[in-house]
């Protein structure tokens, strides 16, 4: 046999000692080797994407950005980063923050870990199992045993790094479970791992190692491993210490790594368990490391690889002498089988997924197999490397089992998940197990000799790249925790959702800003043209509305930006353009104002300086204003501001809106710096020589009431107060100049008065060359004397005629009498409230008017200025004060207005008001002793104005409203007798109205006009007290009557004028006397006949004689007729019926009136005539009179 050519394929079979399905991409029935280059590619990877890596790359292109970008950069069109030193300043400022950011992770994470570590060593809390206080006992020896290592932990790097140092609390976490004595902490003795706690101490973990009752904690430079003692996989010992040690330890992880307390569980069984125990036994620690690691998903919520390792394989026979040839990197190989992750999670049955994996396991071995016979010259290692392999295929049905027990699904419970099953060796102990051959020795009965324990060097076997190139390689597959992973998805989704609202937002909010700020551009170049068009169109000469518009137009252009204001959050976002748009338009619109208003003042100034025969003092004024516009720096708005207003005043007329407009022009240009104009020399030194002819009091005082109309308010009637106006008012809306109150006499005369004075002597100086040498011996402090002396005279004259315009309001009936008379006797009158208002601004020498006039004495110190106006004032002011105790005036008036009000609330509060308004007035005009209304009236005499005024007018009106009530009393009792009898009886009829149908009943006519009857008795009742019923006029007591109209007088004295006529023998019987004495008769008439009352009065052509007549007759006839005979044949008659039948008859005649008491009545019919003279009882009689036909009555008096 050439063993040269067998010696390459051999070469090759001795590197496909391992099987694994580690990464996507590779072969199931790969051998893994994995090269060099592999590794490199990955550990450059992991390297490049490391934090610190990806900070700094992007780092970089921020820095190449900004550097290369950022000229390209503009806000509106500003570049901040165009020059190279804004750039490097931009790249600076930026590293520094990118630095002190990383320094500020670099803390958070160092205090972070040592806060874990901290916790981790810190006193247990109990468990939460039911383990008693045992348990307890147990959690807090695992952290003992850990405390040791605490310092050294904190102060050491696990994994050197170029920036900095990997933390506890970010490296990966294994757990190791399985039995007593399975060889985990023998695992990870021989793993070749790299622990930086042994370069503090000798130990590489926190505990012992063996079979121990506690966790011990490995610390390696890539991962933590946790190695539980045996008994918590089995909790044989004392389950409920166990189990509640087991929870406890599985309460640290969660808590202290919540998001994934674990990234693999790793399960170790030996080879001696599997091959030295019973079925039962097999089943029961496949039961038991089932419940473990059900366990662990459900106390830490995640989902975990797990990785079968079968520990002490050197336990089977042949092993050591199979693999005796490999050196110490082929030994560090991974031997066993690494599951896809779709096969491992889908799989119904793991163990014949095994099973398939270790057949092809198995081949690799039977291929190297003939290789190491060739190898091997001792024949009992010959014997035992042939049979290796059949010792490995007795372990399949033991695995494949126990794999099935474990790890298959259950729909009753979360299915472990089997990433690999591994096969290892940490130290040869113990003697091999001969599992094929004990059973041949027992199927004949013979007995065998055991094994020799392997004497050798202690060799590690499939350990080490088990943990580089899987278990540390596979971190990321472990699930996190649920809860915690939902709760940091909720906090993700809400974060990607509010970036993402705040970029739709910010992307909205450019968007709107830009068509915005677009639009308005757009408004400012309309508002530009618009502006030029009306600016182009103003005439030569421009008035006030012309300007208006114009300036209007100018301002619309600032009312796009306007300038000043707050940014719109809707057109900000770095595009605003009112910050250049807004301020340029306000210089244009300055411009405007400064073009066009201040040429209209200065041209109506000149033409006002320059009309002939102007008041020296308004000259002076208009001067002193046009020197403002010549010298700006001079300007005093207070001055130049009401002059221009007072202007447009009378050139607007009524038109208010145009001149406040204009006024918020002037506003706006008195704000901002006027130009000087060019000064009419010849103007101004002709108004000079006028202004110098003013006195130089006259112009002080001018100076001084200019600057108060300009500065103090005028005092109207409203600044009394509401408490006062609501019963008081102003005739005229009366005021007070603003100069002649007290805020005027104190900050304007007294405050003002000698520096005005100063002022005006200068300036005269300065203009009035003639009189330099008299001006310069002027004493200002004898000017203001004289001054003041004019002001307080004008100041009496001013408040004299304001305070005669307030008057007492109108009152309208008894109630608002009794309201009034209530408000002004009160606590709060306006009377005195009035008083002291008006004390308050004629009291001038006083500092401050506490409780009104605390201090007042009119013979103190009368040589003070401001006396002259208090001692006018005085009586008025003294009505406010009390000597002697005894009441002061205001309360003596007040208590007479009291009395008023309790007379005339007596009459409002009554059951009928306006009768016992009746009977109060009907007894207060029939007596002439003093009562509430006289008493207050002679009180008014003697007091002061207005305070007489308004006294005097509350006695007056409430008097006057008692008459008012009984007036209308009395108009109801006449509408519901007399008016009512008039409308039944005489209304429409005859003879009241001498066109009626129907006649008045004579005893209708008696009951209503007779002596007693209706309207006699009303008069005599009713209206007897208030009218004189000889001259028919009203009684006038305290100015003030009855109020009956003059027609209801004259209808009354027509009543009574009928009384006299018809009832001339008294009573209510008609009774009307006068005689009958013919006068003339036609010729052609023989004989002419009266028939009346029962009478026949013939007369023919004889001696007239005289007939006496009674009418009505005493046989109340109710005919009279008259008969007219010719001569020869024929006779001609009229005849009228009824009560009122003569009456009727002489309506039919004509009559002359003689006298007024004589008639001559003219009878005819067919022509013929016959006269007679009636002769009355009475100068008051029907005959001569038309007053009852002329009666008619009133509804109301």
Request: hydrophobic share 40%; aromatic share 10%.
């Amino acid at each position: 046999m050439n063993h040269w050519k067998i010696l390459p394929a051999l070469n090759q079979v001795r590197h496909s000692l391992s099987h694994n399905l580690l990464r996507q991409g590779v072969p199931e029935n790969a051998l893994y080797f994995k090269g060099n280059t592999d590794r490199n590619m990955k550990r450059l990877f992991q390297f490049l994407s490391q934090k610190w890596i990806i900070s700094i790359v992007g780092m970089i292109a921020l820095v190449v950005l900004i550097w290369f970008g950022g000229p390209y950069l503009g806000i509106a069109e500003s570049k901040p980063l165009a020059s190279p030193f804004n750039r490097l300043l931009a790249i600076l400022i930026l590293i520094v923050i990118w630095g002190a950011n990383n320094f500020r992770l670099r803390i958070k994470a160092t205090q972070a870990n040592d806060q874990m570590i901290d916790t981790l060593v810190a006193t247990p809390e109990p468990p939460q199992a039911t383990a008693g206080d045992v348990s307890a006992e147990e959690v807090a020896v695992l952290k003992q045993r850990f405390e040791e290592a605490t310092q050294h932990l904190k102060q050491t790097s696990l994994k050197d790094r170029l920036f900095g140092k990997q933390y506890l609390y970010d490296l990966p976490w294994y757990i190791i479970i399985g039995p007593p004595g399975c060889g985990k902490t023998t695992l990870l003795e021989n793993s070749g791992l790299e622990f930086p706690l042994a370069r503090y101490q000798n130990e590489k973990k926190v505990s012992g190692i063996g079979g121990t009752r506690n966790c011990d904690w490995w610390f390696t430079d890539d991962a933590v491993l946790l190695d539980t003692a045996g008994r918590y996989t089995t909790q044989d010992s004392d389950a409920a210490v166990d189990s509640g040690a087991w929870l406890g330890f599985l309460d640290l992880l969660r808590k202290h790594r919540p998001r994934r307390p674990l990234n693999g569980i790793i399960v170790a069984l030996s080879a001696e368990e599997l091959l030295t125990s019973s079925e039962q036994e097999r089943e029961l620690h496949a039961q038991t490391i089932r419940q473990r690691i059900q366990e662990l998903y459900t106390q830490l919520g995640v989902e975990l690889p797990v990785y079968f390792l079968v520990t002490k394989i050197d336990l089977i026979a042949g092993f050591n002498e199979f693999f005796d040839d490999l050196n110490i990197e082929e030994r560090a190989q991974v031997w066993g089988a690494t599951f896809s992750q779709n096969d491992s999670r889908r799989s119904h049955d793991l163990g014949m997924l095994f099973a398939t994996e270790f057949d092809a396991l198995l081949e690799k071995l039977n291929a190297r197999e003939l290789w190491r016979i060739y190898q091997e010259r001792d024949q009992n290692r010959r014997r035992l490397i042939h049979g290796f392999s059949q010792q490995m295929a007795g372990l399949k049905p033991l695995l494949e089992s126990f794999i099935q027990k474990t790890f298959n699904p259950s729909r009753f419970e979360s299915s472990p998940w089997l990433r690999g099953v591994y096969f290892s060796s940490g130290t040869q102990q113990g003697s091999p197990i001969d599992r094929v051959m004990n059973a041949l020795a027992g199927s004949f009965g013979l007995s065998l000799q055991a094994l020799p324990a392997y004497r050798g060097r202690p060799r590690s076997y499939f350990i080490h790249r088990f943990f580089r190139d899987i278990l540390f390689q596979e971190t990321e597959l472990a699930g996190a925790n649920i809860r915690y992973e939902r709760q940091r998805l909720w906090l993700q989704r809400g974060a990607y959702a509010g970036a993402l609202i705040l970029t739709v937002v910010v992307i909205f909010s450019w968007a709107t800003s830009f068509t915005r700020n677009e639009l308005w551009m757009d408004k400012i170049e309309a508002s530009v043209e618009n502006y030029q068009q009306v600016a182009s169109r103003l005439p030569s000469q421009p008035g006030p509305r012309d300007i208006l518009q114009t300036l209007q137009a100018a301002k619309e252009i600032t009312l796009v930006y306007n300038a000043g204001s707050k940014t719109p959050w809707f057109m900000g976002m770095g595009l605003y353009q009112g910050y250049k748009l807004g301020d340029a338009a306000e210089r244009a619109y300055h411009r405007a104002l400064q073009q066009f208003l201040i040429p209209n003042i200065k041209t109506r100034l000149e033409d006002e300086m320059g009309e002939e025969r102007r008041d020296p003092e308004q000259l002076r004024q208009l001067l002193s204003i046009y020197m403002m516009l010549i010298s700006p720096d001079t300007l005093d708005a207070k001055t130049f501001r009401p002059w221009v207003k007072t202007g447009w005043e009378q050139q607007l007329n009524e038109q208010t809106e145009i001149r406040d407009r204009l006024l918020g022009h002037l506003d706006a240009l008195l704000l901002t710096k006027l130009p000087p104009q060019t000064p009419n020399q010849q103007l101004i030194a002709r108004a000079q020589r006028v202004v110098c002819e003013l006195p130089l009091t006259s112009q002080i005082y001018a100076r001084l009431k200019q600057q108060a109309s300009a500065n103090v308010d005028d005092y109207d009637f409203t600044r009394l107060g509401k408490q006062i106006t609501k019963l008081l008012v102003s005739k005229g809306d009366k005021s007070v100049p603003s100069f002649y109150t007290f805020t005027g006499y104190h900050e304007i005369l007294d405050a003002e008065g000698i520096n005005t004075a100063r002022l005006t002597i200068a300036e005269n100086r300065r203009i009035c060359e003639d009189k330099k040498d008299e001006l310069a011996t002027a004493d200002p402090e004898a000017l203001l004397r004289h001054v003041r002396n004019q002001y307080f005279d004008d100041y009496v004259d001013h408040w004299d005629e304001f305070l005669a315009s307030i008057e007492l309001t109108n009152i309208r009936n008894l109630n608002h009498a009794a309201e009034a008379l209530e408000t002004l006797s009160g606590r709060d009158s306006p009377l005195e409230l009035l008083i002291k208002a008006v004390a308050e601004q004629t009291l001038l020498e006083r500092a401050k008017l506490k409780g009104v006039l605390d201090h007042f004495d009119v013979t103190k110190d009368l040589r003070k200025p401001g006396n002259a106006v208090e001692r006018t004032y005085a009586p008025l002011h003294q009505l406010l004060q009390s000597q002697d105790d005894k009441p002061s005036g205001i309360d003596t008036i007040r208590s007479q207005l009291r009395n008023l009000y309790d007379y005339t609330a007596e009459i409002s509060d009554a059951s009928d008001q306006s009768e016992a308004a009746f009977e109060a007035a009907r007894a207060r005009m029939g007596q002439s002793k003093k009562d509430a209304i006289r008493e207050l009236r002679t009180t008014a005499r003697k007091l002061p104005k207005p305070v007489a005024g308004i006294v005097k007018s509350a006695a007056t009106q409430s008097w006057g409203t008692v008459l008012g009530s009984a007036r209308a009393y009395i108009n109801t009792v006449w509408r519901s007798s007399v008016l009512r009898e008039y409308r039944a009886s005489l209304e429409n009829r005859y003879p009241i109205f001498a066109k009626g149908q129907q006649q008045t009943a004579l005893a209708d006519f008696g009951n209503f006009f007779g002596e007693s009857g209706s309207i006699d008795n009303f008069t005599k009742i009713y209206l007897a007290p208030f009218v004189d019923t000889r001259r028919w006029r009203l009684r006038v007591i305290d100015e003030r009557s009855l109020g009956l109209s003059n027609k209801a007088l004259s209808q009354l004295k027509r009543a009574a004028r009928i009384r006299e006529m018809f009832f001339q023998d008294g009573g209510n019987q008609v009774s009307v006397h006068f005689t009958l004495k013919p006068v003339y008769l036609d010729a052609s008439v023989k004989r002419f006949l009266i028939d009346l009352t029962g009478k026949r009065l013939s007369y023919q052509h004889g001696p007239p004689r005289t007939s006496a007549i009674e009418w009505p007759g005493p046989d109340n006839n109710n005919r009279a007729r008259i008969i007219f005979e010719r001569i020869g044949a024929g006779s001609f008659s009229i005849t009228k019926d009824g009560p009122w039948a003569w009456f009727k008859l002489l309506d039919a005649s004509s009559s002359e009136r003689r006298s007024n008491d004589q008639v001559i009545i003219h009878f005819s019919a067919a022509g013929l005539k016959a006269s007679y003279q009636l002769q009355a009882g009475s100068v008051t009689n029907p005959f001569s009179s038309n007053d009852f036909i002329r009666f008619r009555s009133p509804e109301r008096l």
